[in-house]
C-alpha cells in the first residue's frame, strides 16, 4: 500500500498551487483521506479531510483558500492565495473510518510560499 504525493514546489505569495496524492495497493474509494502539513519546528496538523462520502473538514487556517477533494485513488489539496505561513511539507494520509486513526502516510511534498 503506498500513497505518492506530488505537486509542491516554490511559490510566492498568494500564488496557487494543487497537490496530488495518489494511492495503490489497495482500493481507497471507501476511506477517509486527508492533508496534513508539518512546518519547521513545529508539530504535524491536520490541513483538510474528506470522507468516502466527500465530506470535508478544513483547518481554521486554510478555510475559504483551499479546498480538498478525490477522484477514486486520488486527493487533491488546491490551495490558493498562498500565504507565507502555508510553507511545510504537506502529507497525504488516509484511514479506514473516523474511528480508526490515520495509518496510511505518503511520503510529503515540500510547499515553500516566498514572499
Known amino acids: 500500500v503506498q500513497l505518492q504525493a506530488s505537486g509542491g514546489g516554490l511559490v510566492q505569495a498568494g500564488d496557487s498551487l494543487r497537490l496530488s496524492c495518489t494511492a495503490s495497493?489497495?482500493?481507497?474509494?471507501?476511506?477517509?483521506m486527508a492533508w496534513f502539513r508539518q512546518a519547521p519546528g513545529k508539530q504535524r496538523e491536520l490541513v483538510a479531510e474528506?470522507?468516502?462520502?466527500?465530506r470535508k473538514n478544513y483547518a481554521d487556517s486554510v478555510k475559504g483558500r483551499f479546498t480538498i477533494s478525490r477522484d477514486k485513488n486520488t486527493v487533491y489539496l488546491q490551495m490558493n492565495s498562498l500565504k507565507l505561513e502555508d510553507t511545510a511539507i504537506y502529507y497525504c494520509a488516509a484511514r479506514y473510518n473516523r474511528l480508526t486513526a490515520y495509518s496510511y502516510w505518503g511520503q510529503g511534498t515540500l510547499v515553500t510560499v516566498s514572499s
Open positions: 474528506i470522507s468516502s462520502g466527500a
Open positions: 495497493g489497495r482500493t481507497f474509494s471507501n476511506y477517509e
